[in-house]
């Protein structure tokens, strides 16, 4: 008998399917109105295009010999093939699972039971619409909503709704409808008790969002807390059957066909922020739905559109889910550019702020992605002496390492040039990686002088960062190698490892929310990492966490122990954070100008001393927050020094 796959798997083969990309492949296309490509027919000789897709509808016809169908009609008659061959085809080319389907009870049994689960999902999404609207629970939900002017006609469009703040609406009007607990359970919709296995609804008093696949049919439900102090503040539908929040992007149903008419996508955070920038006349909106960027969304983006637009939060999180997109952005080749916005603004708030032109303003303004790191680079860093540029110049390699040649590469080295005030020679050659920069500079080849990575360079070892190479430490700014390499030297030595984890205040020594997860999540279970039991279960959750903690693992096996080093490294990530406490004081104006100066001077000194022989116009300076800090700093660096040198002592190094 021959093969059936299951229509599931046929739909996810279509929505997979780069229409433009797949056809460009035998015609050379060209964009020929708001939602049309046209070109020369691929099945017939001619010299005027009378071939014509449609990108988002996946169908194309030919006005010249009248052939015409879908992606999979292309494939068979193009590649020669039958229906089951060309899915085939197109399911190995876009990375799809195909799924049999067998003509037996059990099979069919599966297929019922996700129909009713869709159905399930479909009638409860239509209840929570009349609970918003028309009734007096749900008058505050519609308050709240009011005040981010959104209007009930967008809302509507988006089927938001609200849960009901009784705890078993949903669940006795489905009852009363056919469905049992099991399949309330299986949808997310409802919960049991954990101390009598009683079930209840699980969303309650809360607005809903429904999460729709591309075919607008509702998977799972995100919702938003009513009441201040009402936990969590968002609550969404887990991974189930029906529902994997990995591989969806919120409202890209209503988005698709403009953003495939446009060109162009544009990424957002959360719900309200899609909604508010659709009810601005900005159509081709899509939101995260409160998760990290997934492969699969970003390739769920690029089949809408070519240009992906990121109008992410100015806060780390955004920042970390923007350098995420370019990781996967840079696979897909696909045009990656930043709307900026204020900070600590999202959409939602600047359209209701200062109205939809002012958000139209910045998705004009949008700048490519290597342009805003390099600003966002440039910002940040101490322009006062040589050690902050230089620290500057190392967070920059890794841009201009994936920067081909261009007038784009050109203009942000003249950039960074004008703004570092050095030679555009010279920041071209420490940029482009000639002369080995500062990275065979120094003491063994290894120290960065202020606060930057301490690295023991030993025949026959790997650098702390553990990258085994200079292309994967290239990869990491200096801080991440720097509490990488802390964080594997806790794993390989235990004992001191957990005094070390004791003694660093992780919450402001480390500068990313997964480090400083990592960092806690060792304080409990440094002997046994990924330990066993409900421990193992919680890091399933976080599988961002778990991959961090096995790369911390391997890296742990392959430096040989010390204990110096492990206090080079502590004291290391107390430099990194009073120079960034010092850097935030001078950029919030902390003191007059004399004031700034002399920190500086101490800071930056060659002969760093304790804050006992500083001179004697330091310690007038003692009320000032920067020179406290300048103060302490100089005790650190003292330290550290020492620490080193002990380091290169039992290695039998010698610094030059």
Known sequence: MVALYTRESRDRVRDA???????????????????????????HEERTPSFGIDPAQKVYYCFGCQAAGDVFTFVQETEGVDFKGALELLADRYGVELELEREDPEQAQRRERRERL????????????????????????????????????????????YAPSAWNRVLSASRRGGFSVQELCATGLAQRSRENGQPYDRFRARITFPLADMRGRVLGFGARAVGADQQPKYLNTADNDIYHKGRHLYGAHLARPHATRAGVIILCEGYTDVIALHQAGIRNAVGLMGTALTGEQVAELGRMASTVLLALDADAAGQNAMLRAADLAARRRLDLRVVALPAGTDPAELVQREGATALEAAVAEAVP?????????????????????????????PVFDALAPSALRMELMRLVSGRLALSESLVETVLSGEGGGRRGAGRAGAVAEAG?????????????????????????SRAEETERAFLALCIALPDEGATALEQADIESCVTSDLMCRAARHLREHLRAPLADGDEDLALDRDPELKALLAKLIVQAGREEPNSAMLRVQRLQLELARIDREIQAARLSGAGSEEQRYVPRFVADSEDARPAGDQPAGATELASSGISVLAARRAEVKHEFDRAYARVLEETGERGE
Not at 17 to 40: C, H, I, K, N, Q
Not at 452 to 476: H, I, K, M
């Open 118 to 161: 869709l159905e399930l999902l479909a009638r409860t999404s239509a209840y929570y619409q009349r609970c918003l609207w028309d009734s007096s629970d749900g008058a505050r939900a519609r308050e709240q909503l009011a005040e981010r002017n959104l209007s009930e006609e967008v809302l509507r469009e988006f089927a938001v709704g």
């Open 17 to 43: 399917v780069d229409f433009v990309e797949l056809v460009s492949a035998r015609t050379d296309l060209r964009r020929a109105g708001a939602a049309r490509y046209e070109g020369l027919c691929p099945f």
């Open 369 to 397: 992605f290597e342009r805003f790191r390099v600003e966002r680079v440039l910002a940040a860093g101490d322009h006062s002496g040589p050690e902050g540029k230089d620290r500057m110049l190392d967070e920059l390699r």
């Open 452 to 476: 930057g990575t301490a690295r023991a360079a030993r025949p026959g070892t790997t650098s702390p960062a553990g990258g085994g190479g200079e292309g994967a430490a290239a990869a990491l």
